[in-house]
Nanobody, 122 residues
Framework: QVQLVESGGGLVQPGGSLRVSCAASGSIFSINAMGWYRQAPGKQRELVAAITSGGSTNYADSVKGRFTISRDNAKNTVYLQMNSLKPEDTAVYYC????????????????WGQGTLVTVSS
């Protein structure tokens, strides 16, 4: 099986910065797309940022220029650097990955983390 464990959430003041991480473990052959989603109270889960295995990225309009997604393939880890945080960024942040899991026959899995809470408040 494959598991994702997020870390780095917490309380930060408006205008501050925070970095969340998501580490994958288990029988991993390769990881394709990696992404961060968030869900605020009373709202639907939305895509925040995603990165392909080749390093191409895309962002929600609401976070462009403030958030940066990156990945360390050697560590099977994806990061989300969040700068200039706003109260409306408050949400539970989830990572999602599409994974090729072994051993053979390989399986394509969609895996979600358990979420980490980010609160932006003074």
């Amino acid at each position: 099986q494959v598991q994702l464990v997020e870390s780095g959430g917490g309380l930060v003041q408006p205008g501050g910065s925070l970095r969340v991480s998501c580490a994958a473990s288990g029988s991993i052959f390769s990881i394709n797309a990696m992404g961060w989603y968030r869900q605020a109270p009373g709202k639907q889960r939305e895509l925040v940022a995603a990165i392909t295995s080749g390093g191409s990225t895309n962002y929600a309009d609401s976070v462009k220029g403030r958030f940066t997604i990156s990945r360390d393939n050697a560590k099977n880890t994806v990061y989300l650097q969040m700068n200039s945080l706003k109260p409306e960024d408050t949400a539970v942040y989830y990572c999602r990955e599409t994974v090729v899991a072994g051993p053979t026959p390989y399986r394509y899995l969609e895996v979600w983390g358990q979420g980490t809470l980010v609160t932006v408040s003074s």
